[in-house]
């Protein structure tokens, strides 16, 4: 407060000047935030005053929100000894379970009063004036709940420019953005070479199973009260002119809630831009547009790992038994219960009006500021993203039983199950009410001597309210109208066989997607 002061009953001239009144306010709640084996990146940045360069953050970000894994399995039985017994046996298991329950309660109440107006000069035997100085306010409240992310990315990046900028962000405005999220799998099985009446067995067996249990329960009230006031200026009675000059009023706030977050399996970026005031620039991922990774191209592409068997039974010798048995089972289970409620109020009092300047003896003039309001309210609630690719998604198979022997048996037998299972239950409640009131106007300059004139400034108020709720993504479907958007090569072939040789190739796959989402 620079105002509420009273020059008033002086046998001379009565003078207010009062300065600008300026307050910034960020409040940031980040709270349950669950990482397993994953990765988590964010930055909230405000940007106070006017910027004229680039904000971009490096694509080392990107890299490292991109994850890859690998596995590599090589099984081989090589230049064996006749009528021996060769036996490669290769076990993987993997089982996960992730059980995670978040509650989360947040009350933002938020009340500023800024005021450089509300002055008193009156009763002089003098001139009389009041010039008011400008006001401004700002408040970011910011509010992270329940971010959950098992074996995936996620990125975010909330950004706050309040005046003029000219310059590029890495980001996108509110849109989400694929990170590349893939699983390799490379299985080599060989039986080569084999002696005379020998067995030759390689057997791989790869088991996943893995169950996430989500529980999001998220509260968020957002109370936000804001009075700028460079009016409400009195300058009456006075035996001179009277004078009233106040400053302009803006208000600038914005409320960001993200809440209730699944990154399971996938990855994905999303960036929040409020501009205030002026910007003049694009939406870049280091040397990137968004566009081109929203799309799937270049290195933000996601789904482009696979699975590539390599079997083979070759120079086999006579009445040998040469044995390849791969199976690859994968069993994936996603529980996901979102409940969101969100309150948001924000009120809004800017007024540069309700001046008074009558009843002078010389000239009473009254010369208003201008008020720009600028809200904005983006609430993101129940999102879950699903990278439901399977580990053996994008199968590449190459089998081949070749120059086998006299009478030998050569069988390869390879067999992938895949089955998932997503449940998704979301129900979200999103009340936001913004009340503003801009006046420059109800101003009064009335019985004067020498007459009266009132300038009023303008007024604007611009309101935004942003809702992105009950939405799952899977991590896959951009490929087309499949859901798993996945495809399958194989090659089959039995060359050069022995007389009397008996010589088989099989692949069965078999899987089940199943689907449950309900939105409330």
Do not use: C, M
């Not at 979301?426 to 001597?449: E, H």
């Amino acid at each position: 407060i620079t105002g509420l002061n009273d020059v008033s009953q002086n046998t001379g001239d009565g003078s207010i000047v009062t300065g600008d009144a300026n307050i910034a306010a960020t409040i940031l709640n980040f709270l349950n935030a669950t990482v397993v084996d994953g990765a988590l990146w964010f930055d909230v940045t405000d940007i106070f005053g006017d910027l004229n360069g680039n904000v971009i953050i490096p694509e080392e970000v990107l890299a490292y929100l991109n994850r890859r894994r690998e596995l590599l399995i090589a099984a081989s039985n090589e230049e064996t000894g006749s009528e021996s017994t060769n036996t490669v046996d290769v076990d993987l298991t993997n089982t996960q379970t992730t059980e995670l329950t978040n509650t989360a309660e947040v009350l933002n109440d938020v009340t500023i009063d800024a005021i450089t107006g509300q002055n008193t000069a009156s009763q002089n035997t003098g001139n009389a004036s009041v010039t008011t100085g400008n006001v401004q306010t700002t408040t970011n409240t910011v509010t992270l709940a329940n971010l959950n992310v098992v074996d995936g990315s996620l990125g975010l990046i909330i950004v706050n420019a309040l005046n003029r900028w000219l310059g590029f962000l890495l980001g996108s405005d509110g849109v989400w953005t694929p990170i590349g999220h893939d699983y390799s799998t490379i299985v080599n099985a060989s039986n080569s070479t084999t002696g005379a009446d020998s067995t030759n067995t390689a057997e791989v067996d790869v088991t996943t199973e893995d169950t996430t249990v989500v529980t999001n329960e998220a509260s968020v009230t957002n109370d936000i009260d804001l009075s700028v006031i460079t009016g409400q200026n009195t300058v009456t009675r006075n035996t001179g002119n009277a004078t009233v000059q106040t400053g302009n009023a803006n208000v600038q706030a914005t409320i960001v809630n993200v809440v209730n977050t699944n990154i399971v399996r996938g990855g994905f970026f999303a960036a929040i831009v409020n501009v205030f005031g002026n910007w003049f620039g694009d939406l870049f991922f280091g040397s990137q547009p968004l566009q081109s990774l929203a799309a799937g191209n270049g290195t933000g592409s996601s789904g482009s790992g696979g699975t590539t068997i390599q079997a083979s039974n070759t120079t086999t010798g006579s009445n040998s038994e040469n044995t390849i048995d791969i199976d690859a089972s994968n069993v994936s289970t996603l529980l996901a219960d979102n409940t969101a409620t969100i309150e948001n109020v924000l009120t809004v009092n800017a007024d540069t009006g309700n001046n008074t300047a009558s009843r002078n003896t010389g000239l009473g003039l009254v010369d208003t500021g201008d008020v720009l309001a600028a809200l904005h309210a983006r609430n993101i609630a129940n999102i879950t993203v699903a990278g439901n690719a399977s580990p053996w998604g994008n199968l590449t198979a190459d089998l081949l039983n070749a120059t086998t022997g006299a009478e030998s048996t050569n069988e390869i037998d390879v067999t992938v199950n895949d089955e998932r299972e997503t449940i998704v239950f979301n129900d979200a409640t999103v009340d936001t009410i913004i009340g503003a009131l801009a006046n420059t106007g109800f101003n009064i300059a009335s019985r004067n001597t020498l007459g009266g004139l009132v300038l009023t400034g303008t007024a604007e108020v611009i309101a935004r309210i942003e809702n992105l709720l009950n939405e799952t993504w899977l991590g896959a479907a951009e490929y087309g109208d499949d859901p798993t958007g996945e495809w399958i090569s194989v090659t089959a072939s039995n060359q050069n066989t022995g007389s009397g040789s008996t010589n088989t190739t099989a692949l069965e796959q078999t899987g089940s997607t199943d689907l449950n989402i309900t939105n409330a």
